[in-house]
């Protein structure tokens, strides 16, 4: 926001804060910082129709509790797979192919990844998904 970007944010609200978000809002504009509160399951072709021109995106939409994925797994399979399946496939209908993850369990490319919990597996898939899923026709 500082370089001139102007920015478009979507969260849930089931764990995240809007007084974050409000601050930005009131500090650079609505005009240069928006944000919806929409799930990533939910069909997001016309938030990105309606915003245009979306030419990267930041991913931190992910249930990240290693302790509760272990106690509630389909939450994190209906919101890490399911809505990240949803969120590619509006990414590449839209063209947008600038992705940057934000995850701890980040690692270098030539590490080999042993998935130890949900999340660690959740995260592998997403990684290998958006590898070759923006190069599948739809």
Not at 91 to 118: A, M, W
Request: charged share 25%.
């Amino acid at each position: 926001l500082k370089n001139g970007f102007e920015v478009v944010g979507i969260d849930n609200f089931s764990t995240g804060y809007r007084e974050p978000l409000k601050l930005l809002q009131r500090k650079f504009g609505s005009d240069r910082f928006r944000f919806y509160q929409q799930d990533l399951n939910d069909d997001l072709k016309p938030l990105f129709r309606k915003e245009g021109g979306v030419e990267a995106v930041v991913h931190f939409a992910a249930c990240c509790s290693v302790d509760e994925s272990m106690k509630n797994p389909q939450k994190y399979f209906s919101n890490n797979v399911c809505g990240s399946k949803n969120f590619l496939s509006s990414l590449i209908s839209q063209g947008i192919e600038k992705v940057i993850f934000s995850s701890p369990f980040d690692r270098p490319r030539k590490t080999i990844l042993i998935c130890f919990n949900h999340y660690d597996n959740l995260y592998y898939w997403y990684r290998l998904c958006w590898t070759w899923y923006r190069f599948l026709p739809f």
